[in-house]
Protein backbone atom coordinates (compact mmCIF):
# COMPACT_ATOMS: atom_id res chain seq x y z
CA UNK A 1 0.00 0.00 0.00
CA UNK A 2 1.26 3.41 -0.96
CA UNK A 3 2.15 5.83 2.06
CA UNK A 4 1.32 9.69 1.52
CA UNK A 5 2.90 11.91 4.14
CA UNK A 6 0.62 14.94 3.78
CA UNK A 7 0.67 17.55 5.80
CA UNK A 8 -1.98 20.30 6.22
CA UNK A 9 -2.61 23.42 3.63
CA UNK A 10 -0.23 22.14 1.63
CA UNK A 11 0.76 21.20 -2.27
CA UNK A 12 -0.23 17.60 -1.54
CA UNK A 13 -3.63 17.80 -1.76
CA UNK A 14 -3.07 17.22 -5.51
CA UNK A 15 -1.46 14.23 -4.55
CA UNK A 16 -4.47 12.97 -3.02
CA UNK A 17 -6.83 13.45 -5.74
CA UNK A 18 -3.93 11.88 -8.25
CA UNK A 19 -4.45 8.77 -5.47
CA UNK A 20 -7.87 9.02 -5.85
CA UNK A 21 -8.02 9.15 -9.69
CA UNK A 22 -6.01 5.91 -10.01
CA UNK A 23 -7.91 4.27 -7.63
CA UNK A 24 -5.11 2.34 -5.69
CA UNK A 25 -4.63 1.68 -1.95
CA UNK A 26 -3.35 4.07 0.06
CA UNK A 27 -3.24 5.64 3.74
CA UNK A 28 -2.30 8.96 4.80
CA UNK A 29 0.06 10.23 7.38
CA UNK A 30 -1.38 13.39 8.37
CA UNK A 31 0.89 16.04 9.52
CA UNK A 32 0.29 19.59 10.89
CA UNK A 33 1.88 23.02 10.42
CA UNK A 34 2.84 25.21 13.31
CA UNK A 35 0.72 27.27 14.42
CA UNK A 36 2.60 30.06 14.74
CA UNK A 37 5.31 29.51 12.08
CA UNK A 38 3.08 27.89 10.07
CA UNK A 39 6.06 25.39 8.80
CA UNK A 40 6.12 22.01 8.68
CA UNK A 41 6.70 19.82 12.08
CA UNK A 42 9.92 18.41 12.70
CA UNK A 43 8.59 14.75 12.41
CA UNK A 44 8.30 14.95 8.45
CA UNK A 45 12.43 14.68 8.88
CA UNK A 46 12.60 11.23 9.68
CA UNK A 47 11.13 10.79 6.27
CA UNK A 48 13.10 12.80 3.77
CA UNK A 49 15.93 14.86 5.37
CA UNK A 50 14.15 18.08 3.41
CA UNK A 51 11.32 17.91 5.92
CA UNK A 52 8.23 18.82 3.41
CA UNK A 53 5.60 17.44 1.93
CA UNK A 54 4.71 15.12 -0.36
CA UNK A 55 6.30 12.30 0.38
CA UNK A 56 5.16 9.18 -0.54
CA UNK A 57 6.43 5.42 0.10
CA UNK A 58 5.78 2.68 -2.03
CA UNK A 59 7.08 -0.27 -0.87
CA UNK A 60 10.91 0.53 -0.75
CA UNK A 61 10.71 3.52 -2.01
CA UNK A 62 10.28 7.04 -0.84
CA UNK A 63 9.67 9.48 -2.92
CA UNK A 64 9.74 13.52 -2.66
CA UNK A 65 8.93 16.52 -5.29
CA UNK A 66 5.12 16.17 -6.71
CA UNK A 67 6.58 15.99 -10.42
CA UNK A 68 8.35 13.12 -9.45
CA UNK A 69 5.49 11.42 -7.53
CA UNK A 70 2.86 12.31 -9.67
CA UNK A 71 5.04 10.97 -13.15
CA UNK A 72 6.15 7.96 -11.01
CA UNK A 73 2.30 7.24 -10.19
CA UNK A 74 1.13 7.95 -13.05
CA UNK A 75 3.55 5.95 -14.93
CA UNK A 76 2.90 3.02 -12.86
CA UNK A 77 -0.20 2.62 -11.90
CA UNK A 78 -2.41 4.67 -14.59
CA UNK A 79 -2.37 1.81 -17.31
CA UNK A 80 -2.49 4.52 -20.25
CA UNK A 81 -4.79 7.33 -18.36
CA UNK A 82 -4.01 10.46 -17.11
CA UNK A 83 -1.12 11.22 -19.70
CA UNK A 84 -0.89 11.51 -23.29
CA UNK A 85 0.37 9.23 -25.67
CA UNK A 86 3.95 8.34 -25.79
CA UNK A 87 6.18 9.83 -28.38
CA UNK A 88 3.65 12.50 -29.33
CA UNK A 89 3.56 16.31 -29.05
CA UNK A 90 1.16 16.27 -26.48
CA UNK A 91 3.58 14.19 -24.13
CA UNK A 92 6.01 16.88 -24.86
CA UNK A 93 3.52 19.77 -23.65
CA UNK A 94 2.13 17.59 -20.84
CA UNK A 95 5.46 17.26 -19.46
CA UNK A 96 6.40 21.10 -19.67
CA UNK A 97 3.01 21.88 -18.01
CA UNK A 98 4.16 19.15 -14.89
CA UNK A 99 7.83 21.01 -14.60
CA UNK A 100 5.98 24.37 -15.00
CA UNK A 101 3.99 24.36 -11.74
CA UNK A 102 6.33 23.44 -9.54
CA UNK A 103 9.09 26.17 -11.54
CA UNK A 104 7.93 29.17 -13.02
CA UNK A 105 4.68 29.15 -11.88
CA UNK A 106 4.85 28.92 -8.57
CA UNK A 107 8.10 30.94 -7.73
CA UNK A 108 6.60 34.55 -7.95
CA UNK A 109 2.94 33.55 -7.08
CA UNK A 110 5.29 32.54 -3.57
CA UNK A 111 7.35 35.56 -3.47
CA UNK A 112 4.21 37.71 -3.96
CA UNK A 113 3.04 35.57 -0.36
CA UNK A 114 5.94 36.34 1.45
CA UNK A 115 6.02 39.86 0.48
CA UNK A 116 2.60 40.03 1.91
CA UNK A 117 3.41 37.90 5.09
CA UNK A 118 6.49 40.39 6.19
CA UNK A 119 4.43 43.53 5.48
CA UNK A 120 7.79 45.51 4.85
CA UNK A 121 8.06 48.00 1.95
CA UNK A 122 10.59 46.33 -0.51
CA UNK A 123 13.01 48.45 -2.88
CA UNK A 124 12.42 45.79 -6.29
CA UNK A 125 10.97 42.26 -4.66
CA UNK A 126 7.35 43.40 -4.56
CA UNK A 127 7.45 45.13 -7.42
CA UNK A 128 8.89 41.99 -9.33
CA UNK A 129 6.55 39.12 -7.81
CA UNK A 130 3.88 41.17 -8.77
CA UNK A 131 4.95 41.80 -12.53
CA UNK A 132 6.28 38.03 -12.79
CA UNK A 133 2.63 36.73 -11.22
CA UNK A 134 0.67 38.48 -13.64
CA UNK A 135 2.65 37.12 -16.46
CA UNK A 136 3.02 33.30 -15.80
CA UNK A 137 -0.89 33.41 -14.58
CA UNK A 138 -1.65 35.60 -17.95
CA UNK A 139 0.45 32.77 -19.96
CA UNK A 140 -1.93 30.02 -18.07
CA UNK A 141 -4.70 31.88 -18.66
CA UNK A 142 -4.01 32.40 -22.23
CA UNK A 143 -3.00 28.73 -22.61
CA UNK A 144 -6.94 27.84 -21.86
CA UNK A 145 -8.49 29.50 -24.24
CA UNK A 146 -10.70 27.45 -25.96
CA UNK A 147 -9.47 24.46 -23.78
CA UNK A 148 -11.22 21.90 -21.59
CA UNK A 149 -7.78 20.60 -20.52
CA UNK A 150 -4.26 21.67 -20.66
CA UNK A 151 -2.78 18.70 -22.99
CA UNK A 152 -5.11 16.15 -25.24
CA UNK A 153 -8.42 17.44 -24.31
CA UNK A 154 -8.50 15.18 -20.76
CA UNK A 155 -7.58 15.12 -17.94
CA UNK A 156 -4.05 14.45 -17.15
CA UNK A 157 -1.20 14.71 -14.08
CA UNK A 158 -0.51 18.38 -16.25
CA UNK A 159 -4.26 19.75 -14.53
CA UNK A 160 -3.60 17.61 -11.26
CA UNK A 161 -0.08 19.77 -10.93
CA UNK A 162 -1.68 22.64 -12.39
CA UNK A 163 -4.46 22.54 -9.81
CA UNK A 164 -2.70 24.11 -7.17
CA UNK A 165 -1.98 27.70 -9.15
CA UNK A 166 -5.37 27.76 -9.73
CA UNK A 167 -6.08 27.05 -6.31
CA UNK A 168 -3.67 30.03 -5.47
CA UNK A 169 -5.25 32.21 -7.89
CA UNK A 170 -8.61 31.85 -6.69
CA UNK A 171 -7.78 32.34 -3.00
CA UNK A 172 -6.17 35.73 -3.91
CA UNK A 173 -9.38 36.81 -5.12
CA UNK A 174 -7.98 37.06 -8.98
CA UNK A 175 -9.60 34.62 -10.24
CA UNK A 176 -12.32 36.33 -12.00
CA UNK A 177 -10.02 38.17 -13.88
CA UNK A 178 -8.81 35.56 -15.93
CA UNK A 179 -11.40 34.27 -17.66
CA UNK A 180 -10.15 30.94 -18.92
CA UNK A 181 -8.78 30.07 -16.17
CA UNK A 182 -11.81 30.56 -13.78
CA UNK A 183 -13.91 28.19 -16.86
CA UNK A 184 -11.36 25.92 -16.67
CA UNK A 185 -11.44 25.46 -12.47
CA UNK A 186 -15.09 25.02 -13.04
CA UNK A 187 -13.74 22.16 -15.12
CA UNK A 188 -11.57 20.59 -12.77
CA UNK A 189 -14.41 20.72 -10.20
CA UNK A 190 -16.42 18.33 -12.40
CA UNK A 191 -14.70 15.67 -11.10
CA UNK A 192 -15.70 13.72 -8.28
CA UNK A 193 -12.44 12.96 -7.34
CA UNK A 194 -11.06 16.42 -7.15
CA UNK A 195 -14.09 17.19 -4.26
CA UNK A 196 -12.70 14.05 -2.35
CA UNK A 197 -9.24 15.05 -1.86
CA UNK A 198 -10.80 17.84 -0.77
CA UNK A 199 -13.31 16.49 1.94
CA UNK A 200 -9.91 14.45 2.71
CA UNK A 201 -8.03 17.48 2.78
CA UNK A 202 -10.23 19.25 5.45
CA UNK A 203 -10.36 15.90 7.59
CA UNK A 204 -6.48 15.45 8.23
Partial sequence: ?????????????????LLEELGVDY??????RDSQTFLAPPELKAIHPLGKSPVIEDNDLVIA???????????????GALAPEKGTKDEIEYSQWIHFAESSAI??????????????E???????ADAETF???SYFNDSLAGKRYLVADKLTGADIMMSFIVELVANSGQLAN???????????????????AESIELSH
Fill in 1 to 17: MIKLHHLNKSRSKRIIW
Fill in 27 to 32: SIIAYQ
Fill in 135 to 137: KVI
Fill in 122 to 128: TNFLGDY
Fill in 178 to 196: FPHLETYAKQLATHSAFHK
Fill in 65 to 79: ESGAITEYLINKYAD
Fill in 107 to 120: LPLLLKMFVNKDGC
